[in-house]
């Protein structure tokens, strides 16, 4: 069963506009959502957070939203530049469980 | 700053034999953290520790893997016999923050690939 969904395996973005990436969860319990960036034959970095009591984060060109009552957020990147592409993997936590749930990522590619 | 070591980056093995991944957090971190992440899927955790206790090994099948970290420190994980489902990338990371959720200072080394044919 898998609690944390990314239905897009991949995305292509012109250089300069707007990447927008998807995420799923189907676990009313989550309360606490990350998005990592993992590059090839690296380990997954932490990019953003955000915490249910909020429905936005925004650190630089990187803004978290989520819709709780949709069970959805997304990660926009503006202006998306080359060295974002990557595999970007979206988790979740809460209901008590200390563990992160990870979904199955999407591949970013940015197009100069 | 030494990020998170892991060895060997690639093993190749037959199926029934044993194999051990080797991890060595960045220095002053308190919490190990193994993963398993098999192709086309996120990263699952297999076992957590702070210090040298275990404090969440639900995920582990322990039948056949086994992990220490001996003086709190370096960390092994072990598989014995290794199955050919077991081909995925191993993943270490390391935290200095205690906390159960100390998602955000978690820091990934870049992975074990082993391949079991």
């Known amino acids: 069963d898998q609690q944390v969904k990314q239905n897009s395996p991949s995305l292509s973005v012109q250089e300069g506009r707007i990447s927008i990436l998807n995420c799923d969860y189907t676990?009313?319990?989550?309360?606490?959502f990350l998005w990592y960036k993992k590059y090839p034959a690296e380990g997954p970095t932490f990019l953003i957070s955000?915490?249910?009591?909020?429905d936005k984060n925004e650190d630089g060109r990187f803004t978290v939203f989520l819709n709780k009552s949709a069970k959805h957020l997304s990660l926009h990147i503006v202006p998306s530049q080359p060295g974002d592409s990557a595999v970007y993997f979206c988790a979740a936590s809460g209901g008590g469980n200390e563990k992160l749930t990870f979904g199955t990522g999407t591949r970013l590619t940015i197009i100069p | 700053e030494a990020g998170v070591v892991q060895s060997p980056r690639y093993k190749i093995i037959e199926k029934k034999q044993p194999v051990a991944f080797w991890c060595n957090p960045i220095?002053?971190?308190?919490?190990l953290y193994w993963y398993r992440q098999n192709l086309g899927q996120g990263p699952e955790l297999l076992i957590r520790y702070e210090n040298e206790e275990a404090v969440d090994d639900s995920q582990l099948p322990k039948d056949r893997f086994s992990a220490e970290r001996l003086k709190g420190v370096d960390s092994t994980l072990k598989i014995q016999p290794a199955e050919l489902g077991d081909s995925a990338v191993y993943l270490c990371?390391?935290?200095?923050?205690?906390?159960?959720?100390?998602?955000?200072?978690?820091?990934f080394g870049p992975g074990t690939r082993l391949l079991v044919l």
């Open positions: 990371a390391s935290s200095p923050d205690r906390r159960g959720r100390a998602w955000e200072t978690q820091y």
């Open positions: 955000i915490s249910s009591i909020k």
């Open positions: 676990n009313s319990m989550f309360d606490y």
């Open positions: 220095s002053g971190h308190n919490t």
